[in-house]
């Protein structure tokens, strides 16, 4: 199994940047994708970003593209979502995610997650 837990979150003001870090344990960890979601209260989780498990391939939400970036170092077992130019809208528990044959943005397609961590932009 895989267990993830994210840190990084917190409170930055719009326009600021955050960077997020997901560790990852489990032998199985270089063989799986990794994906950012996200969940505004009163709002359904949303995808946010995805790797592949080489690292070869990266996708990303339209709401996301040029400001977020998603990268992963397989040695330190840990995925990693660097938030650039934040906007309130972009306040949100942030949650990793892993699966072994998944990298899409369907959330209920991913099997493994963490707790979430709180990213709050100010304006």
């Known amino acids: 199994q895989v267990q993830l837990v994210e840190s990084g979150g917190g409170l930055v003001q719009a326009g600021g940047s955050l960077r997020l870090s997901c560790a990852a344990s489990?032998?199985?960890?270089?063989?799986?994708?990794m994906g950012w979601f996200r969940q505004a209260p009163g709002k359904e989780r949303a995808f946010v970003a995805s790797?592949?498990?080489?690292?070869?391939?990266?996708y990303y939400a339209d709401s996301v593209k040029g400001r977020f970036t998603i990268s992963r170092d397989n040695a330190k077992n840990t995925v990693y979502l660097q938030m650039n130019s934040l906007k309130p809208e972009d306040t949100a528990v942030y949650y990793c995610?892993?699966?072994?044959?998944?990298?899409?943005?369907?959330?209920?397609?991913?099997?493994?997650w963490g707790q979430g961590t709180q990213v709050t932009v100010s304006s």
């Open positions: 995610a892993a699966d072994g044959d998944y990298s899409g943005a369907y959330y209920y397609r991913w099997d493994y």
């Open positions: 489990g032998r199985t960890f270089r063989m799986y994708s």
């Open positions: 790797i592949t498990w080489s690292g070869g391939s990266t």
